[in-house]
Nanobody
Framework: QVQLVESGGGLVQAGGSLRLSCAAS????????MGWFRRAPGKEREFLAA????????NYADSVKGRFTISRDNAKNTVYLHMNSLKPEDTAVYYC????????????????WGQGTQVTVSS
């Protein structure tokens, strides 16, 4: 089992930035690829970004490419999502997830999930 806890969400104005953190505990963090997803009201869960075990490889959804950056610090068992140039349509609950598939965009490939953190972007 891997336990994941997100933090860093909040209210930000359009054009602003936030950094989300996801702290992992339990099994060895470096055994897992990590991903970030979000879910807006009335919408499906959306893949945002994924990062490989060591952090050398990343994958992004087109909707966030160039604005969001995923990174991980394996010494701290933490994965981050740096979000810049935020837009009102980025408003959602953001989730981190852990899995064993390489850079997967499919949420069903991630068996472990955090509880989510709310991000609200005002216009």
């Amino acid at each position: 089992q891997v336990q994941l806890v997100e933090s860093g969400g909040g209210l930000v104005q359009a054009g602003g930035s936030l950094r989300l953190s996801c702290a992992a505990s339990g099994r060895t963090f470096t055994n897992y690829a990590m991903g970030w997803f979000r879910r807006a009201p009335g919408k499906e869960r959306e893949f945002l970004a994924a990062i490989s075990l060591g952090g050398a490889s990343t994958n992004y959804a087109d909707s966030v490419k160039g604005r969001f950056t995923i990174s991980r610090d394996n010494a701290k068992n933490t994965v981050y999502l740096h979000m810049n140039s935020l837009k009102p349509e980025d408003t959602a609950v953001y989730y981190c997830a852990a899995g064993e598939y390489y850079l997967s965009q499919t949420w069903t490939n991630y068996p472990y999930w955090g509880q989510g953190t709310q991000v609200t972007v005002s216009s």
